[in-house]
């Protein structure tokens, strides 16, 4: 039983490291901002990149207080030619498709988490501006965005 327990807390050991060493920069984590949307009170949302070895970013949403089993996408943006009211409602123009390639769904409590690869370079926080999270059936309904122009924690 010894033996057993060693050997699988050694695997694990050696499986984190793995993970570990593929990451090239530490995880920024930004806040998203409700945007005023009919149907939407309580809408809050992080979003986490993390730059891979493999000249690849990470992207995990995690978003709570949205509409129960709704689908949802999410997409990085550039920045609009007029950034008077900030970056979110400069209406940029979507860059690298959607987060995750596919719509997501959220769970019967408004939760959702939408995770995706993008080539770094494609995704570099001086190329987009911000991420919005829009309604898949009516992109035009955006309860969430996140400025990347602002500091990441």
């Known amino acids: 039983m ?16 793995c993970n570990q060493a593929n990451v090239t920069g530490s995880v920024k984590t930004y806040a998203f901002a409700a945007q005023t949307q009919t149907g939407y009170a309580t809408q809050a ?22 509409k129960p089993s709704t689908a949802y996408i999410a997409h990085y943006h550039i ?16 860059q690298n498709g959607l ?16 995770k995706g690869l993008a080539t770094t370079s494609d995704i570099a926080v001086g190329n987009v501006k911000y991420i919005n999270i829009h309604e898949a059936a009516t992109p035009s309904v955006v309860p969430l965005c996140a400025d990347l122009t602002l500091a990441a924690k």
């Open 2 to 17: 010894k033996k057993f327990l060693a050997l699988s807390l050694l695997g694990t050991l050696v499986l984190a490291s």
């Open 45 to 66: 949302a992080t979003a986490s990149r993390t730059d891979l070895n493999t000249g690849d970013t990470s992207t995990v949403l995690k978003a709570t207080g949205l």
């Open 79 to 94: 920045a609009g030619a007029d950034t008077t009211n900030g970056v979110c409602a400069s209406g940029g123009a979507v």
């Open 99 to 114: 987060i995750g390639g596919t719509p997501f769904t959220s769970d019967a409590s408004g939760n959702l988490t939408i």
